[in-house]
């Protein structure tokens, strides 16, 4: 089975300009949640779908966003980048509508300048 | 924060040693989760343990849970160099379908 996949692997952006990062889950997995990881702040969770609807949502602004197919294949998306939003984006899935064990993937790295 | 804070920050210790590094957090929880990353990588899961568990063993790996004090330890035995990586606690608190991690152990191995 393969594991939860995330393209673009690096990005590079420059302030002002919006990204669209992707994630497919595992085979069968319905939740896919998403994380960003900073030297500073460590992971912060962004939000959750589960069969295309966000379940839940971090402390992020309106800036960050998400959305869910009903592949269960997810994308997130950020507008007007900031030098702040540099970090390592995960997305993780999870087969059970109660999430007990995420299933990470390798992430994308995205550098704003 | 939400977030729990783990201890020590880092730990630098020789293969075929034990690796212990601590777990604390704020509010009640369902379970608590740990995970490895290695170096700029995902996160992979290694063991859960429920509110009402206090121990709990996978292979070389040793997790205990204390409720009353709101923290958590996780002992890796007879450590090898394959085990150099961060290593993060995750908590539910109440809310199945969002964790909270901590600010991880950066684990080095040394052959």
């Known amino acids: 089975k393969a594991g939860v996949t995330q393209t673009p692997r690096y990005l590079i952006k420059t302030r002002g300009q919006q990204v669209t990062l992707s994630c497919s889950p595992i085979s069968g997995h319905r939740s896919v949640s998403w994380y960003q990881q900073t030297p500073g702040q460590g992971l912060q969770f962004l939000f959750e779908y589960f069969s295309e609807t966000q379940r839940n949502k971090g402390n992020f602004p309106g800036r960050f966003s998400g959305r869910q197919f009903s592949n269960s294949r997810s994308e997130m998306n950020v507008s007007t980048l900031e030098l702040g939003d540099s970090a390592l984006y995960l997305c993780?899935?999870?087969?059970?509508?109660?999430?007990?064990?995420?299933?990470f993937g390798s992430g994308t790295q995205l550098s704003v300048l | 924060s939400q977030q729990g804070e783990e201890d020590p920050q880092a730990l630098s210790i020789q293969e075929g040693e034990n690796a212990t590094m601590n777990c604390s957090y704020k509010t009640s929880i369902n379970n608590l989760q740990w995970y490895r990353q290695n170096s700029g990588r995902g996160l992979v899961h290694l063991i859960l343990?429920?509110?009402?568990?206090r121990e709990k063993h996978s292979g070389r790996l040793r997790v205990t849970l204390d409720t009353s004090k709101k923290s958590s330890s996780l002992l890796i035995t007879a450590s090898r160099a394959a085990d150099t990586a961060s290593y993060f606690c995750?908590?539910?608190?109440?809310?199945?379908?969002?964790?909270?991690f901590g600010s991880g152990t950066k684990l080095n191995v040394k052959p």
């Open positions: 343990i429920r509110s009402n568990e």
């Open positions: 993780a899935s999870s087969s059970r509508g109660q999430i007990e064990k995420l299933f």
């Open positions: 995750a908590t539910d608190q109440y809310n199945f379908n969002k964790f909270y």
